[in-house]
């Protein structure tokens, strides 16, 4: 199938499971599309036995989609500047300290405690995953997506404080956890790195990628200051962020950090004097629909996986162990940084639960997991377990978040839970 028509498949069944969504399910976007995606391949696998000729159609066409190069050669850069775009800056100023805290100190915390806690469960199992493939696996699932958690945490009424810091450690954590993720990857792969080349490669990625993205988003702030034409713009910012992000993977350094930092910029100081208001309408519609459709498009090939990820009968017990295993770090990640620096955060003790239960995983977990060389062992093991923490994550956390939220935060008493409680 050429390229041209896999496209538009996609969109055609993205558009016919949104509707589908919109008219009989009701739920929040993400989680319904989600839900028709995998009742689909649910179908097609019953199927099998009735129609074999359809099933291996449907698995090849699956089989034929290279999820981590469309999500991180395509998908990415898009959606983490639309996010970042429409996050608001100001308040994301105010909660600066703790985001930073949960995005680096929590990402690390949850990558050795997933990774050191799976590694006992497998030797439990008699698996015997070696400690850096656990270790694997602890980076590529501790980052929370802000894909699935901007779309789904929008529907809800939060206190803006825990609402940023959930919102913004998802956008930044991401790029930490793909730069942790490489790091341990090059161990897994038997490459030799001192405890200094460890160092270098986390500055290189990370330093590289805050920088880059600073002096994108200058840059396109001062391109946007020197016109009022509102084509034109719309056009930049799509330039910027396309071009921007393919710069970053040839310096080597991370492309996902430096969209989220230029997003911020530009949404945070073009619409304050570089933008006019027509032209901030519709620079903020455009992305709003990129967002949108890429959405849909992405939680459409997250069901479909289903058909094409082996669930062998010895993995279903590690799954479920793994998505317990996965909420408690996450929430022993959240609760230790929260805990030391408590004095200096604006967030009440009933956050740490919150942010481990809204803290969502989502297809870049996914992607990670499959772009792991088919060489290293085990490596099926670890994408089906990935699978089912993001199952059990969108589905499962997605659909009871507003019960969880009225519980914590009841209507009217928003407003008394802003600050240390």
């Given amino acids: 199938m050429d390229l041209f028509a896999l496209i538009t498949l996609l969109i ?27 009742g689909f391949s649910l179908l097609l696998l019953g199927l099998h036995a009735v129609q074999p000729t359809w099933f291996a159609l449907a698995r ?26 429409h996050t608001d800056a100001a308040q994301l100023r105010v909660e600066r300290r703790s985001v930073m805290l949960f995005a680096l100190v929590g990402t690390l915390l949850s990558t050795f405690f997933i990774g050191t806690g799976l590694y006992g469960i497998s030797q439990w199992l008699a698996l015997n995953l070696s400690y850096p493939l656990c270790l694997l696996f602890g980076a590529l699932i501790s980052p929370t997506d802000p894909i699935a958690v901007l779309g789904i945490l929008a529907r809800f009424k939060l206190p803006e404080s825990v609402k940023t810091n959930i919102v913004g450690e998802s956008l930044f954590n991401d790029g930490v956890g793909v730069v942790v993720f490489a790091t341990i990857y090059e161990l897994v792969l038997g490459k030799e790195l001192g405890v200094g080349g ?13 920088l880059f993205g600073l002096v994108l988003g200058y840059g396109l702030y001062r391109l946007l200051r020197s016109i009022n034409h509102y084509q034109t713009e719309v056009l930049l910012t799509l330039a910027a ?135 290293v062992p085990h490596k099926g093991l670890i994408v089906a377990i990935t699978y089912a923490v993001v199952l059990f994550s969108v589905i499962g956390q997605g659909l009871t978040l507003e019960r969880l939220i009225r519980r914590l935060y009841p209507p009217g008493a928003s407003e008394s839970a802003e600050g240390p409680g």
Avoid: C
């Fill in 241 to 375: 962020v396309m071009g921007g992000y393919l710069l970053a993977q040839h310096l080597h350094i991370s492309g996902p950090l430096a969209m989220v930092v230029a997003g911020l910029f530009v949404g945070d100081r073009a619409r304050q004097d570089a933008m006019s208001h027509e032209t901030e309408e519709y620079v903020d519609k455009f992305w709003e629909l990129i967002d949108v459709i890429l959405n849909a498009l992405l939680f459409v090939l997250i069901g479909v996986e289903l058909l094409v990820i082996e669930f062998e009968p010895s993995y279903w017990l590690i799954s479920l162990l793994a998505v317990v295993l996965v909420l408690l770090a996450r929430y022993a990640a959240v609760w230790l940084p929260f805990r030391l620096a408590r004095r200096w955060l604006n967030l009440d003790h009933k956050a740490p639960l919150m942010m481990t239960w809204g803290g969502l995983r989502g297809g870049i977990s996914v992607a990670l997991a499959l772009s792991i060389s088919n060489e």
């Fill in 60 to 85: 090849r066409t699956v089989a034929g989609i290279d999820f981590d190069q469309v999500l991180f050669d395509v998908m990415l850069s898009l959606l983490l500047f639309a996010g970042a775009f």
């Fill in 12 to 38: 055609v069944v993205a558009a016919a499971f949104a509707y589908l969504n919109s008219r009989f399910l009701k739920l929040p976007d993400a989680i319904g599309i989600m839900v028709v995606s995998l």
């Fill in 198 to 210: 460890i160092g270098w490669l986390f500055l290189q990625e990370a330093g590289g990628g805050l």
